[in-house]
């Protein structure tokens, strides 16, 4: 067995699902003691699906053959089992529609993992997945829904999506392709017309996430997007140069608008208004403190009393009933996740796989570190999602898809070495 943790045999990653497999049966142990049954489901029969669909993604990657990094299944599945007991010690309502989005994520990762292996086809048309996430924005701002600060959300009936979780998938797929095309011009400074598109369709994005209100997400886009260039480019100028920009773009939207100088305010001093817009922050700083070391264990906890605890705050929850080891345990997770991601850049066969896996990767353990750092208080709270953990449809079907197109890439990166 390869010791790279890419054999096309899987057996790294059999024995690693393991580890999600205990979490979800312990899970189980204390679903059937503490939490009501919801009319119609059944906790084994909910968790042998999901596991049942854990297992059957390996068993599809090994007999495809399918070379992508076996670590990085298991690691989100860990981070899902997680995510999904604390769910239902919270709702468990929610943790059985969790499972079905889980299912759905993990049937979009096979067919992106299996039928659009050679990612390098999906490369060859930037402009379609820029058009594409500029329309799912423009459609957000006129017709979206607002909830919780954020007009981020269309609805449909009964049924809600949060297309900006797709938006930043497409935009690094956007930049892979263009930045890999330009590279040259770009790194050679010949190519001061290059910069025009790039930089124009950056700016409208962030600029119509900023109309939505959703901060978080255009940071997120932001930070990615400078990473990117760098991978791309080599020059530390140029994420020095577009890191004052933001500090200038950031300064006049504090200016500009009143919510965002409530939100600064509130996480310079929480307690001013702690029954109100500070609510959220200080019932969380209480509720990490309130876990010391290990925790008050699975659920002796009071963190329900947050407000959108399954949501923006469920690490919230982890840290109390899991404690710092439980919390510092989680943040490993992404570590690792970031390590396998990170490698499966540098083995890219050719630059529009750096900068794909280079790019999904620091959009998805960046936008893990900002709503960590935001529940902690270490950073103004964005309300975006906790990816593989936080209860949210939208959320959990495109982390599967990034992961499957993280796979693609590590696969390619095997397959060419000799």
């Known amino acids: 067995m390869s010791s790279s943790g890419t054999s096309t045999n899987r057996g790294q990653e ?139 959300w269309l609805t449909l009936g009964s049924f809600r999506m949060q297309p900006v979780e797709a938006v930043k998938v497409l935009m690094v797929m956007y930049l892979a392709g263009y930045l890999s095309d330009k590279r040259e011009l770009l790194v050679q400074g010949a190519g001061r017309i290059s910069w025009g598109p790039l930089l124009v369709a950056v700016a409208l994005a962030v600029l119509l996430l900023v109309l939505q209100r959703d901060l ?41 608008f009143p919510y965002l100088r409530a939100r600064i305010a509130v996480w310079i001093n929480p307690w001013a208004d702690y029954t109100g817009a500070g609510y959220q922050v200080v019932q969380s700083l209480i509720t990490l403190g309130s876990g010391g070391i290990f925790g008050t264990g699975l659920g002796l906890g009071y963190s329900q009393v947050i407000p959108a605890v399954a949501t923006d705050f469920i690490f919230a929850t982890m840290g109390e009933e899991m404690g710092l080891m439980g919390s510092l345990g989680i943040i490993l997770l992404y570590l690792l996740f970031a390590l396998r991601g990170f490698r499966a850049a540098l083995r890219a066969p050719e630059e529009q796989g750096v900068l794909l896996a280079g790019g999904l990767t620091v959009l998805c353990t960046f936008q893990a570190l900002v709503i960590m750092a935001g529940v902690s208080k270490l950073l103004p709270l964005t309300g975006v999602t906790l990816p593989f953990v936080s209860y949210g449809g939208s959320s959990l079907v495109i982390s599967y898809l990034l992961l499957a197109l993280l796979l693609n890439v590590s696969a390619a990166g095997r397959e060419a070495k000799p």
């Open 216 to 256: 978080g997400s255009a940071l997120i886009l932001l930070v990615t997007f400078l990473a990117m260039l760098y991978l791309a480019t080599g020059k530390l100028r140029f994420c020095v140069a577009g890191g004052a920009l933001f500090s200038l773009g950031a300064v006049m939207a504090y200016l500009a």
């Open 14 to 152: 059999m024995a690693l699902l393991i580890w999600p497999s205990l979490i979800l049966a312990a899970g189980y142990g204390y679903m059937v003691t503490f939490v009501p049954h919801q009319p119609g489901w059944q906790p084994a029969y909910a968790l042998a699906l999901l596991l049942g669909g854990f297992w059957g993604v390996h068993l599809i990657l090994r007999v495809t053959r399918h070379g992508g990094d076996q670590f990085l299944l298991p690691l989100a599945a860990c981070l899902t089992a997680l995510g999904l007991i604390f769910l239902f010690r919270l709702d468990p309502g929610l943790a059985y529609r969790q499972i079905i989005w889980t299912i759905l994520g993990l049937l979009v990762l096979i067919v992106v993992a299996t039928g659009f292996r050679d990612y390098q086809r999906l490369e060859q048309y930037p402009y379609f997945f820029l058009s594409l996430g500029l329309f799912f924005l423009f459609i957000t701002v006129l017709a979206g829904t607002r909830i919780g600060g954020a007009k981020s």
